[in-house]
């Protein structure tokens, strides 16, 4: 299997890093690199998530209240999106559709 990340997932990931740099020096590096092990598990456990939103598989983080939405696509695990589970329900649904 190969693992992409999107840009637009990227682009959460780095807005993540800089709102908790904000909260406390080095606490954005250190959601990075739980998010990103939290990602690379998929290469082991792809597929075993719930889905939401008809096609997204739902990865929740284990250090952050984050979600990652991703797909299956012949060979390829796509990631998404890496989305802030606070947010209201429909904003997310939103923002993954846009994806369609």
Known sequence: ???KILPS???DLINGYHFYERQSQD???YF???LFSDIDSLLIY???HQQFF???YR???????????YTLEDTDIIVY?????RSNPAWIEGRLTDHE
């Open 1 to 3: 299997m190969n693992l």
């Open 9 to 11: 997932a990227n682009e």
């Open 27 to 29: 606490l954005g590096s």
């Open 32 to 34: 990075l690199d739980s």
């Open 46 to 48: 792809f597929g075993i």
């Open 54 to 56: 008809g096609k997204y």
């Open 59 to 69: 990865l929740l983080s284990k250090r952050f209240p984050f979600a990652v939405y």
């Open 81 to 85: 999106a890496v989305l802030d589970c």
